[in-house]
């Protein structure tokens, strides 16, 4: 940590999660020992490989939103068939969606990209494509990669929003030893034009290497760290403010209005797992 502010962001992350899944140890992302390629083109939703999550609002993080099952489906965008996580803000209450492959779908090294679009975040929107230990330990002990988050304070602050992606690595034996690595950079051009963008994670024995659209963006050494060498699962959500964003009531919340629903679309995830 460099900043004051900075070692708040870990500190409010120490509550994340109390645990991590029961997993499929040692396999490879098609639940086998060996593992291969695992490609997920969204034709239909695979229950079979994701779960679609359900909390209550201030769960985590002081989030605003609450998550449903129903905020997560499969549909189209022009001709696309895609995963579709929307948050619609209604009745005073906002409703988002979270998905994740924990027990289903797992890895270990390899290489893992997903090409997404995204929703105008400021203010109040927090995207996020991730990755959590799929190895029956508590938080942050399994280990949490976070390859690409958009809408923290900072950006909001700095009008640069749409261009400032955040990445990190979340690691240590109990919540009171909890130690983070945090990179936060703005890209030469906006990732919320509409477009789909590809975010990629490459990942050894050595280092975990982040790329947005095919140009490096970061990467973190692991070759000492025993956190990062287990099978992680891959999560998809939509969050609606939050310490990450710094806003922390409704009336913050300009990104999406009353009666509004704002979504973002996974058009693919490829996994090619080296173990």
Same mark, same amino acid.
């Given at each position: 940590?460099?900043? *004051? &502010?900075?070692?708040?962001?870990?500190?409010? $992350?120490? #509550?994340?999660?109390? =645990?991590? +899944?029961? @997993?499929?140890?040692?396999?490879?992302?098609?639940?086998?020992? %060996?593992?291969?390629?695992?490609?997920?083109?969204?034709?239909?939703?695979d229950s079979s490989s994701w779960t679609k999550e359900t909390h209550e609002a201030g769960w985590v993080n002081q989030e605003l939103q609450s998550y449903h099952p129903s905020f997560v489906r499969v549909g189209k965008d022009g001709d696309k068939s895609v995963l579709i996580i929307s948050a619609e803000r209604k009745n005073g209450k906002i409703i988002s969606g979270r998905v994740n492959s924990k027990g289903k779908k797992s890895f270990k090294y390899g290489r893992v990209e997903a090409s997404i679009k995204l929703p105008a975040t400021a203010n109040g929107l927090w995207p996020a494509f991730w990755f959590m230990g799929d190895n029956d330990k508590p938080w942050p002990s399994c280990g949490e990669i976070d390859l690409m988050e958009m809408g923290d304070a900072d950006g909001i602050a700095s009008g640069e929003t749409? /261009? /400032?992606? %955040?990445? #990190?690595?979340?690691? @240590?034996?109990?919540?009171? +030893?909890? /130690?983070?690595?945090?990179?936060?950079? +703005?890209?030469? *051009? +906006?990732?919320?034009? @509409?477009?789909?963008?590809?975010?990629?994670?490459?990942? =050894?024995?050595?280092?975990?290497?982040? =790329?947005? *659209?095919?140009?490096?963006? &970061?990467?973190? *050494?692991? =070759?000492?760290?025993?956190?990062?060498?287990? %099978?992680?699962?891959?999560? $998809? %959500?939509?969050?609606?403010g939050g310490a990450f964003t710094g806003i922390t009531d409704m009336a913050g919340i300009t990104a999406i209005n009353e009666g509004e629903k704002v979504s973002m679309y996974v058009d693919w995830i490829k996994i090619i797992s080296n173990n």
């Open positions: 940590m460099t900043t *004051d &502010k900075t070692f708040l962001f870990a500190l409010l $992350f120490c #509550a994340f999660f109390i =645990s991590c +899944s029961n @997993g499929n140890n040692g396999a490879g992302p098609d639940g086998t020992d %060996n593992g291969g390629v695992f490609v997920d083109e969204f034709e239909t939703f749409e /261009r /400032r992606v %955040n990445t #990190a690595i979340h690691f @240590g034996e109990d919540q009171a +030893s909890h /130690r983070q690595e945090y990179y936060a950079a +703005s890209v030469s *051009d +906006s990732l919320q034009d @509409g477009e789909y963008h590809t975010y990629a994670m490459d990942w =050894s024995q050595e280092e975990i290497k982040v =790329s947005i *659209d095919g140009v490096h963006f &970061k990467s973190f *050494d692991i =070759s000492a760290n025993p956190y990062f060498h287990d %099978n992680f699962y891959v999560l $998809f %959500n939509l969050a609606v």
